[in-house]
Each structure stands twice: as structure tokens, then as C-alpha cells.
């Protein structure tokens, strides 16, 4: 498993119904391309990120296939229009089978 | 010396974009709202230097390096004053302490860098890494960072991010005076086969060119930044061997006592300046 992993998430705690916000996420993940050799010439294994997807209620906001060449510690940013109060989900998936989450609620 | 400058920056306007046109530029530093002191007055001991304003890197830097400064989310650094969070309230060692433990909140060192380095009890001149390594080997009995290794840096990071905002003010006279000499000599010493001193770029070309490096004043308030091109926080004595390596001379090492004292000096040219710890740089 990918040490130092830790997801970060940035969203307004209130917005008008109908209005677009800006949200921001990173997450801490080294992003082993699985291009490179060690020391002795042997190819470290790959370790990325390589799916994440943020939900709103329930509802897909954005859904994205991530592939080796993405450096550090992935950053998105989006905008996302709500309709009522709510949470946001947003979920990495790892390499390892690892499911990383983290909750925002909004209110309108 | 000035007149030539101001040809160079001349012929720059006449020939790039307004971009190149050299100098710091006008912006203010606000960072999640609070504003920054980034250009100040310049204090006392450097009125033989010529320069009046004292001025942050943060000026000298493009605009997209700027705005990721301006708020601690987008900033990359913040990763790392995480991590080191993580690490604050870690045992390690074996007398089974963490930070936590000895200093509780991390927030009570706020202030503390604004007077780094300065001279302990025993008269040795410390900077914050000697600080940190001390209580690791001694107190938690643990082994010693790496001065440029990443879990110092983050570290050293976290305790400046506490100050974020103060102003500098390291101590020059007293018992630190002797120490400030020497770092004085160091900064106007040529080094290397380019035969460069610090001030040969810092205080009589910042806001020039080097080729395509955009010269500042080489003000340490931001340290340990997190530089782009190495994804990663650098800490004072990395860049100040990158800065004597790029001279062409064998540099002294990370943690010497030589460093310690340029440290000082250099610090001592920012006395007023905000602390922007982790600041972002090209």
C-alpha cells in the first residue's frame, strides 16, 4: 500500500440553490508510474491512483479514469451546480485495491 | 554598476513583452485573505548595501507561482505542515515521546522562527534543524533527520507555518554579533571559478536576469519552500549549496557551521519581512 496517502477536499459550506461552485480536491499519493528502475535495474511496480469520482446525493458529478503519466499528489478542480442541500462523496480508488473517501456536507 | 542595470532593463522592455520587464512587480501578498508584508523598509545594518526596500522572492515569481501561494489549499507545501502534523504526535524512540508530549500544541511556537537562528545557552549559534535533531536524539532518543530530508523539512515547515505572517527579527549584536560578522564576509565573498558573491546577484542584479532565472534578493522569510521543479520543500542550506554549486566551486555542507552563519546574515536581511512559510517558488 501507498504510504502517506491522504485525501483533501475543499467546499463551500453553503451556496444559493442553482448556483455553480468551485471545489477543489488533492490527494497525497506518490503516483508510481511503473515506468522507472530501481538501483539495481529492477522496474518498481506501478502505483497510481487511477479512478476517481465525486457524487452529489447520490448523483454522479464527476467521474475520472486516471492513467500513469499524472504526477503527485492529484489535484481537480471542478465546478458542480446544487440544486438542494446535500453531501458530496468523493472516492479515490487505488492501484491496491484501496478506497480512499471523504464526505462534505452543503447547505442551501 | 546602476547605470548598468537600468540599460539592461532598457533593452529588455524595448525587446520582450511586458512580462520580462525585470524589477518586482506591485502585487500584494495575501494568504487566505491576511495580508503579507512582502516589501518593506530595509533595516538599519543595510544602509551601506543601497538598497532601501527590502522585498520578497514571492514578487520576482510568475503569476500562476504566485496565486498558488495566495491560498493554503492550493498551495503544495500545505501537504507537507500536513504530514509533519501526522509526525507531531507520533512516539518515536526509546523514551517513548512524541513531540506532543514535551510541547503539547504546535501552535506555541508560534514566533519562533521569526528569531531563527540565533545563539543557546552553551553560545553556539542554532537554527531550528539543530533544534529539532537535539530533541529528537536527546530527548526521545530517537535517530536524527536528514537536514534536507523530507520528514525535517516538513517539520521545520510546520513550526514556520505557526509564525506565518510575523515578521522577522533575528538578534544581530550581542552574542550573535560574531557569528553575523562571518556571515557578512561569506555573503560578500566570490566564490567558485564564475568568482560570484551572493551579492553579486542579489544585491546588485535582483530583479535582472540570468539567463532565464528572474534574479530576487534572495530573502529567506519563505523557507522551507516548496520549489516546483522539485515537487518538494528545499530547505535554506540545499539552496544556498545549489547557489554556491552554480558558481562553480565546492560548496560547503548542509548543517556546517558556515551555512549556520549565512543563515543568519541572510535571515538578518529580512527583519521585517513576513514569514510565508512554505512559500512556492519556480
Known amino acids: 500500500m501507498a504510504s502517506g496517502v491522504k485525501p483533501r477536499v475543499k467546499v463551500p459550506s453553503s451556496a444559493s440553490a442553482g448556483d455553480a461552485i468551485t471545489i477543489k480536491t488533492l490527494i497525497s499519493h506518490p503516483m508510481e508510474s511503473g515506468q522507472r528502475k530501481d538501483g539495481d535495474g529492477n522496474t518498481i511496480p506501478r502505483s497510481i491512483i487511477n479512478r476517481f469520482t465525486c457524487e452529489f446525493n447520490g448523483e454522479s458529478v464527476i467521474d475520472v479514469k486516471m492513467e500513469p503519466a499524472i504526477s503527485t499528489n492529484p489535484y481537480f478542480e471542478f465546478e458542480a451546480t446544487v440544486p438542494e442541500a446535500g453531501e458530496f462523496v468523493f472516492t479515490w480508488y487505488d492501484d491496491d485495491g484501496s478506497v480512499y473517501n471523504e464526505n462534505k456536507a452543503i447547505s442551501v | ?282
Not at chain 2, 529528537?136 to 516538513?154: F, I
Not at chain 2, 505557526?162 to 566570490?190: C, F, H, N
Not at chain 2, 567558485?192 to 544585491?203: D, V
Open chain 2, 1 to 282: 554598476m546602476k547605470f548598468k542595470a537600468m540599460t539592461a532593463v532598457v533593452a529588455l522592455a524595448i525587446s520582450a513583452p511586458l512580462v520580462f520587464a525585470g524589477g518586482a512587480d506591485d502585487d500584494t501578498l495575501a494568504i487566505d485573505g491576511e495580508e503579507m508584508i512582502s516589501k518593506t523598509a530595509a533595516p538599519a545594518h543595510m544602509e551601506e548595501t543601497g538598497i532601501d526596500t527590502i522585498i520578497s522572492g514571492w514578487h520576482f515569481r510568475e503569476d500562476d507561482t504566485q496565486s498558488m501561494q495566495t491560498d493554503s489549499f492550493d498551495n503544495p507545501g500545505m501537504i507537507f505542515v500536513d504530514q509533519a502534523m501526522d509526525m507531531w504526535s507520533t512516539v518515536e524512540g526509546e523514551a517513548g515521546e512524541s513531540c506532543a508530549s514535551c510541547h503539547g500544541d504546535v501552535s506555541t511556537f508560534e514566533g519562533l522562527t521569526t528569531k531563527m537562528p540565533k545563539v543557546n545557552e552553551d553560545g553556539e549559534l542554532v537554527v531550528m534543524e539543530d533544534i529539532i535533531n537535539n530533541c529528537r536524539t536527546e530527548r526521545m532518543q530517537a535517530d536524527a533527520w536528514k537536514w534536507s530530508g523530507n520528514d525535517m523539512q516538513s517539520m521545520v515547515a510546520l513550526i514556520g507555518n505557526q509564525s506565518l505572517g510575523m515578521p522577522m527579527d533575528v538578534a544581530i549584536d550581542g552574542p550573535a554579533a560574531e557569528y553575523w560578522k562571518q556571515g557578512k564576509e561569506m555573503y560578500y565573498t566570490r566564490y567558485g571559478q564564475l568568482e560570484l558573491s551572493c551579492a553579486n546577484c542579489h544585491e546588485q542584479n535582483y530583479g535582472n536576469y540570468i539567463r532565464a532565472d528572474h534574479l530576487s534578493q534572495g530573502q529567506i522569510n519563505g523557507f522551507p519552500t516548496y520549489r516546483l521543479k522539485q515537487a518538494k520543500l528545499i530547505s535554506k542550506h540545499n539552496r544556498f549549496r545549489g547557489c554556491i554549486r552554480d558558481t562553480r566551486a565546492e560548496t560547503f555542507a548542509e548543517g556546517s557551521d558556515e551555512f549556520r552563519a549565512l543563515e543568519l546574515y541572510v535571515a538578518s536581511r529580512g527583519n521585517g519581512l513576513s514569514v510565508e512559510t512554505p512559500a512556492v517558488r519556480q
